[in-house]
């Protein structure tokens, strides 16, 4: 079972009673998308020495938190938007309440996955606990969601890039430092790998955030699968407004080739995840 399938298989069953949740979670679970997070847990399990196999729960699990942040983030009370990976948003589909509701329960089923059974047969206890602090840690306040309460703060305000820095390591490179950190955890990697393997995701992380904010400016809906312009809209400060777009290339280019030198920490092949990391640096959606 791929990791792919495994997701689904985590689930509920979906019953008369509860079938319109389950069906959100579903909905936004199986929409696409890069799969950038889950791909890291199983890419930095197997640089580690780790099985794929076993770091597949708690690929799934990030996962699982960031759709649930995507479908919060779409939200009218939030960014309101109309169009997520080429597809309405769920609070379009299934109205704001069981959006919400969705939400919620992929972020509560991530931690039922982290601790599942399956997890801590493969894993252990002592991994699987490990592994669910980081996730809530980087997902909540002090990360993901501090992040967000940045951004929306920063509405219709001129800040600095020093506080766009801050808000995007939050926002963006928390959940992305997340999932490398619990494929290096299910692999029992060393605390020295740990730390590379977290510096690596903020550097492609903040990249990641400076390349979004290019292609709202130089690409098209169609491309996307998204709106664009939307930060415009907003009066958000961007990297771009703040320091166009030649300066942004040179930063995010800069910020990938110093996630590529933290993989001298590892002895094994790290071609996958340097490619992987300029890949990220110049995509065009």
């Known amino acids: ?60 699990a990030v996962e699982m938190i960031h759709t649930y942040s995507l479908i919060h983030d779409d939200l009218p009370c939030m960014d309101n938007d109309d169009l997520r990976r080429g597809k309405p948003t769920n609070h379009k589909v299934f109205g704001e309440a069981a959006a919400l509701l969705g939400g919620d329960g992929l972020l509560t089923l991530a931690f039922e996955t ?8 493969y894993n ?5 606990v490990r592994a669910g602090r980081i996730l809530a840690e980087y997902a909540g306040a002090v990360g993901m969601i501090g992040g967000q309460v940045i951004d929306l703060e920063s509405e219709g ?3 600095s890039v020093e506080r766009l820095r801050v808000m995007d390591e939050k926002k963006t490179g928390a959940l992305i430092a997340a999932a490398c950190i619990l494929g290096c955890i299910s692999a029992g990697a060393d605390e020295a790998q740990i730390q590379a393997a977290r510096e690596y995701a903020m550097h492609i992380g903040t990249a990641f955030q400076i390349v979004d904010d ?26 771009v407004s703040l320091l166009g777009l030649e300066e ?21 092949d790290t071609d996958e995840l340097v490619q992987f990391a ?3 640096c110049e995509r065009k959606k």
């Open 248 to 268: 942004c290339q040179k930063i995010s280019r800069a910020l990938t080739d110093k996630a590529v030198a933290c993989l001298k920490q590892f002895d094994g």
């Open 157 to 159: 305000r001129q800040v």
């Open 214 to 239: 290019m292609l709202d400016v130089t690409s098209d809906t169609a491309t996307l699968g998204k709106p664009v312009g939307s930060d415009e809209e907003n009066k958000k400060s961007t990297y």
């Open 278 to 280: 300029y890949q990220l």
């Open 1 to 60: 079972m791929n990791w792919e399938q495994a997701l689904l298989s985590y689930l509920p069953e979906k019953t008369e009673e509860i079938a319109t949740v389950i069906s959100s979670m579903e909905y936004s679970l199986t929409a696409g998308g890069k799969r950038i997070r889950p791909m890291l847990t199983l890419a930095f399990a197997k640089l580690c020495g780790g099985s794929e196999e076993a770091a597949v729960p708690f690929a799934c």
């Open 124 to 128: 252990g206890y002592e991994k699987c």
């Open 114 to 121: 982290v601790l599942s059974e399956r997890a801590v047969q």
